[in-house]
Nanobody, 121 residues
Framework: QVQLVESGGGSVQAGGSLRLSCAAS????????MGWYRQAPGKERELVAH???????NYADPVKGRFTISRDNGMNRVYLQMNSLRSEDTAVYSC???????????????WGQGTQVTVSS
C-alpha cells in the first residue's frame, strides 16, 4: 500500500560527501514527520535526523554541522546531505515516515529497506 525507497548510498573516503534520497509512494494522504535512522553492525538503530512537515529539523549530536535533512512535500521525498563523512558514519541508513493513508483513521510509521553507507579512512 505504501512504499519508502531509499537511494544514494555507497562507498566514500573519509571527508567525502553523499546525498541520500527517500521516495514515499502509494495511497498516501498526508505525511507528518520524516526522518533518517542508521544502524551500524552490532549497534542499535539510532536517529540521525528528523524533519517536520513544516521544515523544522533536529539532528543527533554526532552529525550536527555535517548533515542536512530536507524534504519535498509535493514529491513525498526526504533527503539527507552528508558532508565530512567519517568512518563512524558507516551504517545502513533507513528512512521513516509518519503518515496517513487514504481511508485510514490515524497515522502510522513506515520504513524503507535501507541503503548501505560505507566510509573508509
Amino acid at each position: 500500500q505504501v512504499q519508502l525507497v531509499e537511494s544514494g548510498g555507497g562507498s566514500v573516503q573519509a571527508g567525502g560527501s553523499l546525498r541520500l534520497s527517500c521516495a514515499a509512494s502509494g495511497r498516501i494522504a498526508y505525511i507528518n514527520g520524516m526522518g533518517w535512522y542508521r544502524q551500524a553492525p552490532g549497534k542499535e538503530r539510532e536517529l540521525v535526523a528528523h524533519i517536520t512537515r513544516f521544515g523544522s529539523a533536529n539532528y543527533a549530536d554526532p552529525v550536527k554541522g555535517r548533515f542536512t535533512i530536507s524534504r519535498d512535500n509535493g514529491m513525498n521525498r526526504v533527503y539527507l546531505q552528508m558532508n565530512s563523512l567519517r568512518s563512524e558514519d558507516t551504517a545502513v541508513y533507513s528512512c521513516n515516515a509518519d503518515l496517513r493513508v487514504f481511508g485510514g483513521l490515524g497515522f502510522d510509521d513506515y520504513w524503507g529497506q535501507g541503503t548501505q553507507v560505507t566510509v573508509s579512512s
